[in-house]
């Protein structure tokens, strides 16, 4: 603290001091949802790709959950959507076959 500010605080001083990383942080990492995941099925389209699975992250019933993954391997959805709920998630998850030259719509 510069001498100045020193010598003109009243004291008992306050310091307020503002409490914040020093440096930037970095996105912040994903991890695996709770609960199992398992079932895993694909869609392929000529860009982008849509995997499907069944996932009990909530608890039971287990949920169908996607995500979209483009041709380079990046996950475009990476927590997940959840596509169906209920007794008819329980079944295994089955993407539709994708006939030649379909694109998963786009956010």
């Given at each position: ?16 001091p503002v409490i914040s ?87």
């Open positions: 603290m510069p001498a100045g500010v020193i010598d003109g605080a009243a004291y008992p001083a306050a310091l307020d990383p020093e440096i930037e942080l970095d996105a912040p990492v994903q991890g695996g949802a709770a609960g199992p995941q398992d079932r895993p099925a694909v869609a392929a389209g000529s860009d982008q790709h849509l995997v499907v699975w069944t996932d009990s992250r909530i608890g039971p019933p287990p949920r169908i959950y996607g995500a979209r993954v483009a041709a380079d391997g990046t996950v475009l959805d990476p927590f997940g959507i959840p596509l169906l709920e209920g007794a008819s998630a329980a079944s295994c998850p089955s993407p539709p076959r994708a006939p030649s030259g379909w694109d998963p719509p786009r956010r």
